[in-house]
């Protein structure tokens, strides 16, 4: 790797198409990479932000953010508040055979004792902006159509793109760049980086409805998702959710946890699952406001290394989303920091060697933060796999909250070692201890 005495360091305030070189290049502008952007830059170093689409556009989501969420938000500098066009949420609803329970986020010195609710073509668009702002030179319609590499050591020294509209071949260089171009990514299959087959794969679908519950505070979360066309109605892996989005309307949408067993018609079944909602939420099918759109969940790190020959993987592209929950936003967000600071630390190094030795240790930050957490949510999916043990444990814990507040913080994954609650101590312990693989 080039010493920082060798490197380009163009006027990052007239970015152009013409400024070929950085100290970083982050591929793809979602949470993760607009993230990482923003602390890279804010340190001082040049960062080229490639973004294939145009702002604002569409992603599949849910639109919740939990407590995770706000603080890395609120540790960007980002106002949070109602008046800033966010909708605060109170906590968790969970729902199961028409009974529900209510939990209050935690208040935790850690993490805010609420979450946020925004749409995703808005909120992807102000965390770019945000990076960009701090220092970061977003590039947008960059699409990046394969790595370039030393041929000599086969290691990633920048990426050729198709610029615009009219697709112009533009190619860009550094010496560090980060893949956060979602569950396909392209670029780190063509550097050789591929998913494992041994970890599940998710999927989500989602539409939004008109609805006079627009501006409940609390996300609600649906356990007893089935398949409708199965005449044991047996149980899915996974729930569906309804999210108010303070606007008139809800996000509605259903994420299964792992699909290997199963194949529907995931469309058909959101739709099915929207029609047997209770008469209060207002769902009929005038009342939809845009088409069902669906994506798959990369979890529980799936795709390795992490680094490797220049490149870091984050978000999507290094499978960051939760096993358990299908939660993906805040640990895209963390793992863009913890890229950043690695790189941080790599760049300050004196030898290539120095420098390779600090980026190795972003798949350790990954592996000591999420590891356990994550084992934990691949038994929990696991379980969610088996209907007879879930219906049974359902059936007999619904209406015992203290077990019901248990699978709510496994499920958020809030918690604080020095907590005077046991429950909190017990939890981080175990988040830790469970073996990764």
Sequence with gaps: MPGPEQQVRPDRHAAGPTEGSADVIVVGAGPAGSTAAYHLARTGLDVLLLEKSAFPREKVCGDGLTPRTVKQLVDMGVDVSEEAGWLHNRGLRLISARRSLEFDWPELSAFPGYGLVRRRADFDELLARKAASAGARLVERANVAGPLTDERTGRII??????????????????????ADGNSTRLSVAMKRHRRTDRAMGVAYRTYFTTPRHDDRYLEAWLDLRDPTDPARRLLPGYAWVFGMGDGTANVGLGVLDTEKTDLDWRDLLRRWCADLPPGYGYTPDAVTEPIRG???????????HYADGLLLIGDAGGTVSPGTGEGIAYAMESGRYAAETIVQAHARRTDRGRELALRAYPQALHSAYAGYFALG???????GRPKLLGAAGAAGLGQQALLKVVFRLMVNLTEPNSKDALDRLLHLIGRVAPGR
Excluded: F, H, T
């Excluded at 990426?159 to 010496?175: H, W």
């Design 158 to 179: 920048g990426v050729g793109v198709k610029l615009g509209e009219e697709r112009k071949p533009v190619e860009y260089r550094a010496p560090i760049v980060v893949a």
């Design 295 to 305: 994506s798959a969940l990369p979890m529980g790190l799936n795709r390795q290394p």
């Design 378 to 384: 691949r038994l929990a999916a696991d379980v969610l």
